[in-house]
């Protein structure tokens, strides 16, 4: 009651609280874990993630995935680690990962735990939810409390990234599966990939939800590659691109929205893609003239 005017304690100012969970939620192949990969690793190199995010009390971070493979995570690590500048061979003290494919988070949760002990990370990255737990259903809530009961307990030993996939309907701009399961993280990150097609350039937007009040709740982020893109470790860095939507990519979202959304209002696309309605009602008009056109042909 006589409180202390204590600031939020964030181990990532606006996306991640000590002793609590951030629910990272996107489209299949929209760089969830790749970013969260970078962000571990710059974390312990700079104290800073995607450039931006303050991180100044990391040191250590466990970083935990269960979808992709080792040779491609470590193809990515090596990328990064070139990046930030980090030397062939040479060692990044705080930086702990493993591939450990799918397992039972509530069979494995005492090993978790013992890795915790083991590395003290300031913060750990489970990649993914589907991957743990084995033979429970996500849309049901009494398979999912004893699930989120596990992820607050961890966050409480660790405050954790849990990342994870969002419903195939994209208007739906949350995790997939039971939707109380949100109630459990203290704050929601929501990601869309999106793409310049003049300049090729390959962004992430992203929406953030929080319950301390972040300041950054919208802004964007660019990757960095340099080789084919075929070859995972050509990834460099994630960088912060400045807040709101990526410039040069708002008609490219309005498209998308129309494709999953033929009958939605000019209203309606505003407010999901953050761009203006008189902006959405010129690309909407043009394109029903292209279309016309086509048709005429």
């Avoid at 992709?68 to 060692?91: C, F, K, N, T």
């Avoid at 902006?279 to 003239?289: G, L």
Wanted: aromatic fraction near 8%; include cysteine.
């Amino acid at each position: 009651m006589e409180g202390s005017g204590a600031k939020p304690p964030w181990v990532i100012k606006d996306l991640l609280l000590s002793e609590s969970a951030t629910l990272v939620s996107a489209q299949p192949h929209a760089m969830k874990s790749l970013s969260l990969l970078s962000a571990a690793l710059e974390a312990v190199v700079t104290r800073q993630v995607w450039g931006y995010f303050p991180a100044p009390e990391v040191n250590s971070v466990l970083y935990l995935e269960t979808e992709d493979p080792s040779w491609m995570v470590e193809a990515r690590i090596r990328g990064l680690a070139q990046g930030l500048g980090v030397e062939d061979q040479q060692d990044i003290p705080g930086f702990h990962y493993a591939c450990v494919g799918p397992f039972d988070l509530l069979g494995e949760l005492a090993r978790i735990s013992d890795l915790v002990q083991k590395h003290s990370p300031n913060f750990m990255v489970l990649s993914t939810l589907q991957n743990l737990l084995r033979g429970k259903d996500w849309n049901r809530q009494e398979d999912m409390q004893p699930i989120m009961a596990a992820i607050i307990q961890l966050a409480r030993q660790c405050p954790l990234f849990l990342v994870t996939h969002s419903p195939w309907d994209k208007r739906q701009k949350r995790a997939a599966g039971t939707v109380t399961q949100a109630a459990n993280f203290m704050t929601a990150m929501h990601y869309e990939k999106r793409s310049n097609r003049r300049t090729g350039d390959t962004f992430v937007h992203v929406s953030v939800d929080s319950k301390a009040g972040a300041y950054e709740t919208d802004f964007s982020l660019k990757l960095e590659t340099d080789g084919s893109p075929r070859d995972p470790g050509s990834v460099r860095k994630l960088v912060y691109a400045g807040p709101g939507w990526p410039k040069g990519t708002g008609k490219e979202a309005i498209l998308a929205e129309l494709t999953d959304d033929p009958d939605a209002s000019a209203q309606d696309i505003a407010e999901r893609t953050n761009l203006s309605v008189r902006y959405v009602q010129k690309i909407m008009k043009d394109k029903a003239e292209s279309d016309e056109s086509r048709k005429k042909r």
